[in-house]
């Protein structure tokens, strides 16, 4: 809790906006709070057996506090402890976090795959951050026809104004985007 803390004062911009959490300005996060968060981490892997769901919650946290900036985040890592919570704390949630995880390890097609299988699943049909996370995903591989459908999706699902105003900023640039992908110039 201490280390997802930390981060509360970077998470919103000055106008209320949601920063995402590689855009952060990590020297806002509150180095007490990642101490005490770490330290509590360190007594809870000290009692040893196999780890919880809060054990590894945190340790996932953890890799995010101990990265300077977000390029040196230990992304197999995350990847590996989200793989162990889905076996202690099995859910459609946890695979979409681990499916992030995987795209950031592995590249965007990767996560891609695993967040296509979610949406075909259903369990995650309403949850705003399916979407996004597959809009995000489709961006970065150049699909941006479908990433814009995607940020508008979850923009409508969404009962955050900010979230939503986000989501449908992300949705026009992937417009401008695919646009200009069909505008190329002749020769």
Known sequence: MEIQASRVGARI????????????????????????????????????????????????????????????????RIVAFYGLLSG????????????VAVAMADGPAAGLDLVDALDAEGALASYHLLPSVRGDLLAKVGRHAEARRDFERAASLTRNARERRLLLERAAACGDAAADGRQKPRS
């Open 13 to 76: 911009g000055p106008s209320g906006e949601p920063i995402l959490l590689l855009e952060q300005n990590r020297a806002r996060w509150d180095q007490l709070l990642i101490r005490r968060g770490l330290a509590a981490l360190d007594r809870g892997l000290a009692l040893g057996g196999r780890p919880g769901p809060y054990v590894l919650q945190a340790s996932i946290a953890a890799c995010h506090a101990r990265a300077r900036t977000a390029g040196e985040t230990d992304w197999g």
């Open 88 to 99: 202690v704390s099995p859910s459609p949630i946890v695979e979409l976090n681990r499916a």
